[in-house]
């Protein structure tokens, strides 16, 4: 396992899987300080899920794991703000966290194994041609997503992102290590979802 010292954490309202990518407006001193150094440095950032608390001010109650990104484009946006896109790469764990001067949380973290990946199995074929609809919204055809439908890890993750799920199922969808058993769980919604299922 790769340990790593001070990582520089974004906490949002948001889950990003491996391989996800997802656009971000910078505002806050501290995490546009924050993305000056990652690109001088062409260094990664961690972003985790906010248990409890807000994106901005206070420093918020997190999950312990995240993963770990790297901006792949940055950008001014029409409102004047910095806006950036990043690309997820690694899980992690969290082990220890701190603060900064200037109220930025930094990590200690330690990486966590690669998914074993899968070909889809035929009866999630439903769920891939969800995908296929999902990805036509312009919010994320704008994201140039390359999709393996065949997949198991690539389809599940990319539901997980843009599925319509409560903040707390997508954590627990993040943190399963078996992309099938991420899938299973994911059918399970979507039917709940549909009425198929009592809630």
Partial sequence: MTVNKDVPTFPLHTV???????????????????????????RSFLVVLIKSGAEVGDTPDIYSSGVLVTIVDFYQLKNGLLGIQIQAAE????ETTSIA????????????????????P???FELAELLRQLIMHPSIDKLHLLIDYESAVC?????????????????????????LSRLER?????????????A
């Fill in 16 to 42: 990003i899987m491996p391989g996800g990518k997802l656009e971000l407006q910078i505002f806050e001193q501290r995490y546009l300080e924050m993305i000056k150094q990652c690109l001088k440095e062409q």
């Fill in 91 to 94: 899980k992690v764990r969290i």
């Fill in 101 to 120: 001067a200037g109220g930025l949380m930094l990590a200690e973290t330690d990486a966590l194994a690669p998914e074993i990946d899968v070909v889809l």
């Fill in 122 to 124: 035929d009866e999630y």
């Fill in 155 to 179: 389809v599940s993750s990319r539901l997980v992102e843009w599925l319509p799920l409560e903040r707390e199922v997508k954590q627990e969808l993040f943190e399963l290590t078996d992309p």
């Fill in 186 to 198: 994911i059918d399970e919604e979507v039917q709940r979802m549909q009425g198929y299922l009592d």
